[in-house]
């Protein structure tokens, strides 16, 4: 895939979560405490972590995964 960014190839991987993962609109001092009806809690697992398909450019440093669809650990 071409990073949208700078249009350099990009590697697959995985992102991988511990147990919270929070992507706010805004900076919050805890990232858990959304504010906004637009921040999207990506993970919120007592005691499982989550796994996401991804790609990362090694030039501009942009992640691409699709937060809906996290995969299982193994």
């Known amino acids: 895939m071409k990073c949208p960014k700078c249009g350099e190839e990009m590697q697959t991987g995985y992102l991988q ?13 805890v990232s858990l405490l959304s ?3 637009e921040d999207v809690m990506i993970v919120q697992k007592s005691f499982a972590a989550a796994d996401f398909n991804g790609c990362l450019c090694r030039t501009c440093g942009l992640i691409v995964f ?9």
Do not use: S, V
């Open 17 to 29: 979560a511990g147990n919270l993962m929070a992507f706010n609109k805004k900076r919050h001092k």
């Open 35 to 37: 504010k906004d009806p």
């Open 66 to 74: 699709d937060y809906k669809n996290p995969i299982t650990r193994w």
